[in-house]
């Protein structure tokens, strides 16, 4: 099997965590090189949809306090905070499958790792019959866990996960969060603590989802640093893109 490396990061800002995605991005369609990024965010941050309009968060009071940032990725705005978030990013031999079974095969692995742990979550399917107007509806929710598409992750009536893709000539990145436990600054939202009564880690989640991961794409996991001239470029784009106001406010 193909290495993959696995990063585990400890929390940062959203500028910089946006910023690392990006280059690893770049690194996969340069460099041909596979990363599993495992991350969270301090403090606890509001990131945007690519295609979200910023003036838009003042429809969440609970988050006004938060840093705000702009992910590279589309969907729903996310509070990041009781969360684990991943990221991964494959060149194109490897995700040479299509935009959705690469999301299901994530997702896939991960309902099979919160079984472990002892969560009976599922995959989202919209009810047979469901209309067409509540379905748009929902899916213009400001928070993208108020949000459902076919393929998140759901623990009850409460979706727990979800994912979304960025993809360029030779590569794709695809990074996801996971709702842990709820956020004083998005109080609406359940997490698995409060849906399940049982707390899971993030360390307990990537045990137990890493190896179904690695093996649902025949990819062999080698732990690893984000290297330097990657490390180079994540500061540029902090500068240059994520911790600049003109890129957050753009719509």
Not at 24 to 30: F, H, M, R, T
Not at 136 to 143: D, G, I, K, S
Not at 173 to 200: D, N, V, Y
Request: charged share 20%.
């Amino acid at each position: 099997m193909k290495p993959l490396r696995l990063l585990i990061d400890p929390p940062a800002g959203g500028a910089w965590n946006m910023a690392v995605d990006e280059a690893l991005l770049e690194s996969a369609a340069a460099e041909g090189i596979a990363t599993l990024r495992f991350y969270q965010w301090a403090p606890a941050t509001l990131s945007l949809g690519y295609f979200q309009a910023a003036a838009d968060r003042r429809q969440h009071a609970a988050s006004q306090d938060c840093p705000l940032v702009r992910r590279a990725s589309g969907g729903g705005a996310i509070l990041h905070d009781c969360e684990l978030t991943y990221s991964i990013a494959l060149p194109q031999d490897a995700a040479r499958s299509s935009a959705t079974a690469l999301y299901e095969r994530c997702h896939e692995s991960l309902v099979e790792a919160l079984a472990q742990l002892g969560a009976s979550a599922a995959l989202y399917r919209l009810p047979v019959g469901c209309d067409a107007i509540l379905r748009q509806n929902a899916a213009e929710a400001f928070l993208c866990f108020q949000r459902r598409t076919c393929g998140d992750i759901v623990l009850g009536n409460w979706k727990i996960a979800g994912s979304a893709q960025r993809r360029r000539r030779g590569a794709v990145l695809q990074h996801g969060s996971i709702l842990l436990g709820r956020s004083s600054f998005a109080p609406e939202l359940p997490g698995i603590r409060e849906l399940f009564g049982q707390t899971f880690s993030a360390d307990s989640v990537i045990d137990a989802w890493l190896p179904r991961l690695a093996a649902r794409l025949a990819l062999a996991p080698q732990r690893g640093e984000l290297g330097e001239r990657q490390a180079r470029r994540a500061r540029e784009l902090v500068a240059e893109r994520f911790g600049a106001d003109r890129f957050t406010q753009q719509r």
